[in-house]
């Protein structure tokens, strides 16, 4: 089996080799403000030798060179008593609250670790709104790796308080995630250290997406393990908090190889959802493409971003595929997030409880026999303000 980075855009195939990010031609095309251009594919050839239900989803870096810290932990479920409560007796939730860091984003980061010890790069470097960086931070601990993490000074301070107790070294910045993401770029992109880390920022790096792509290889394997058989994509509605892109982008990622691997007749329906704060990609499918940045505000921190920076490589998976987008507001998020856990002990961080939000407000267009499969991407103990002001109660500081 062979493995290389392709274009999705002109095609152009590039080895997986440190220092290879983006397409060089694609790249060249990028405008201001906008997605990035050039974000580049993991593709395989030849004999995966998957062995189907409950094995490890085929990735380009092997599994001996992983951190020794599981990224996920078994966490496909059904929340009954939230499933009725919505009328939604097919519900299922998805939970990475209890991954090692607390969030998602431990599918790309073991995956990026994997690749640096692979290449005997002893550093990687990261703009991040505190999950990524928590999570790097933790992966990088355990497989003896430096990490260097830009990080908004705003992030909440369980995110902070992870990245210093993992041993990483912080670099607070004083803007939003935008601002950290130039300064984290120029920093990888300097001369005399490019050659000696790896940067994982999010989009930028294709091996993020490619991480992120096991979290459709862990809802197949259970649905199908409850189901005791397959289940057709066509009933499954994925509901997936929405930032960057690279979450959902990552997941298409995971469902298109289950298809191409025989372990599924379609794509599901994805949906996009964001806060009405940050919604791009919700504008961008509903007009056609980007337009200029709308300056963010949400409470839902981890997937408040300007300029997607996945954006480009998530609406032409959204387009291709049929997949779907929904807003909802801050009130909604809020709300949403003491549901979840009141009806089914699923306390998440707000940016998680947009995809529970989006589906309570678009339950009413699911056909009757879906399956909604809810990604809860983060644990609620990692952003303890917000969630204190849902239910009421004044912090001491
Ligand atoms: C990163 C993140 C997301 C969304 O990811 P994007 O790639 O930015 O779209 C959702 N939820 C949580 C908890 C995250 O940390």
Redesign the pocket.
């Known amino acids: 089996m062979k493995w290389m980075f392709r274009c999705p855009t002109c095609g152009a195939e590039y080895d997986i080799v440190p220092g290879r990010y983006l397409c060089d031609r694609c790249a060249a095309t990028q405008q201001p403000e906008r997605p990035l251009e050039g974000i580049l594919e993991c593709v395989w050839e030849g004999d995966p030798s998957y062995k189907g239900r409950g094995t490890p989803a085929p990735l380009p870096v092997e599994r001996r060179y992983f951190p020794p810290l599981p990224e996920t932990a078994p966490s496909l479920w059904r929340p009954t008593r939230l499933g009725e409560r919505l009328g939604l007796r097919n519900l299922f939730v998805q939970y990475d609250g209890g991954n090692p860091s607390g969030?998602?984003?431990d599918r790309a980061s073991a995956l990026v670790a994997a690749f640096a010890t692979r290449e005997k790069i002893g550093e990687i470097v990261l703009a991040s709104t505190g999950?990524?960086a928590s999570s790097m931070a933790c992966m990088g601990a355990a497989a003896g790796l430096k990490v260097t993490v830009f990080v908004p000074s705003s992030a909440p301070a369980a995110k902070r308080v992870q990245i210093l107790q993992y041993g990483a070294r912080l670099e607070s910045v004083d803007g939003t995630y935008d601002v950290a993401y130039e300064r984290s770029l120029a920093w990888c992109r300097d001369p005399s250290r490019s050659a000696s880390v790896v940067c994982r920022n999010?989009g930028y790096n294709p091996l993020t997406i490619e991480g992120k792509k096991t979290v459709a290889f862990d809802v197949i394997d259970g649905l199908e393990a409850s189901h005791s058989g397959p289940v057709s994509g066509s009933r499954i509605h994925v509901f997936v908090?929405?930032?960057?892109?690279?979450?959902?982008a990552g997941a298409y990622k995971g469902f298109e190889d289950l298809v191409r691997l025989g372990r599924l007749d379609r794509v599901p329906t994805l949906w996009a959802c964001q806060a009405e704060g940050s919604s791009a990609i919700f504008r961008a499918l509903r007009d056609g493409a980007f337009g200029d940045p709308v300056p963010s505000s949400t409470i839902a921190d981890?997937?408040a971003?300007d300029v997607p920076r996945?954006g480009a490589v998530a609406l032409r998976k959204l387009i291709r595929h049929g997949g779907k987008a929904a807003t909802v507001s801050d009130a909604e998020i809020l709300e949403a997030q003491t549901t979840a856990s009141s009806y089914a002990g699923i306390f998440v961080?707000p940016?998680?409880c947009v995809a529970f939000a989006c589906l309570v407000a678009r339950s009413g267009d699911l056909p009757k026999d879906a399956i909604p499969v809810v990604l809860a991407?983060?644990s609620g103990l990692k952003d303890i303000a917000s969630a204190a002001r849902a239910v009421g109660l004044e912090l001491q500081e």
């Open positions: 969030s998602f984003k999950n990524a999010t908090p929405t930032g960057d892109g690279a979450v959902i981890s997937i971003v996945a961080e940016s998680s991407t983060g």
